[in-house]
């Protein structure tokens, strides 16, 4: 049984409208991660929450917003998609706020921006 | 200096042989280790957890060198199943850095 589900599996959208991607887990971990992988790259950490404690990757562009109103629910808004967002968005869960037990990943949603 | 490096690869083996993956890691106080798999367009999903005293399971069998800051992954006897992108991850602080993976090809 998926423990981290993501919705949509695959969205296209065109270029400056907005999109939601939402993952939700029966894990109940304290840790949600938004992670962006583009093509042959390793994934690459947007933001990740330790219960409603949100914490924004430097590099992680203005135009890329999180949302977690409860444990169970995380949301990517990416409010104005360009080219370069296309990519998979994958969400990933943890027990504990330091990285010590192993991530678990969603199916991720994969972007294409049109 | 990135957080975390491998060999990209790709590397084609054929079945049945035994294949080596490396990965060096630079932060010392890295506190977690694993190897994950990732098949192509899927996400990825853990394949083993690595300790400093070696694990092994079934074909494959993992190692961390604390001292040289670095992983290894063995794969024994290759199947044609085990073709995917194999990535090393570990955990700083409350942070997972992910390697560029290491692809493989098992061929008949």
């Known amino acids: 049984d998926a423990m981290v589900i993501q919705n949509p599996r695959y969205q296209v959208t065109q270029f400056g409208k907005p999109v939601t991607l939402s993952c939700s887990q029966t894990l109940n971990h304290n840790v949600m991660y938004w992670y962006q992988q583009k093509s042959s790259q390793a994934p690459k950490l947007l933001f990740h929450y330790y219960d409603k404690d949100f914490n924004n990757e430097a590099d992680t562009p203005d135009n890329f917003q999180s949302r977690r109103p409860n444990t169970s629910f995380c949301f990517l808004d990416i409010r104005s998609p360009g080219l370069g967002d296309t990519a998979m968005y994958l969400c990933?869960?943890?027990?504990?706020?330091?990285?010590?037990?192993?991530?678990?990943f969603g199916q991720g949603t994969r972007l294409t921006v049109v | 200096r990135k957080e975390v490096e491998q060999d990209p690869g790709p590397f084609n083996v054929p079945e049945g042989a035994t294949v080596a993956f490396n990965c060096t890691y630079s932060?010392?106080?890295?506190?977690?280790f694993f190897w994950y798999r990732q098949d192509c367009r899927k996400e990825p999903k853990l394949l083993m957890s690595?300790?400093?005293s070696g694990n092994e399971d079934g074909r494959f069998t993992a190692q961390l060198n604390r001292a040289s800051q670095y992983i290894s992954l063995l794969i024994r006897d290759s199947k044609l199943s085990d073709s995917a992108t194999y990535l090393c991850v570990v955990g700083t602080g409350n942070q997972f850095y992910f390697g560029t993976g290491t692809s493989l090809t098992v061929i008949p």
């Open positions: 932060n010392s106080a890295s506190q977690s």
């Open positions: 690595v300790y400093s």
């Open positions: 990933a869960t943890s027990r504990e706020e330091q990285a010590v037990t192993e991530a678990f």
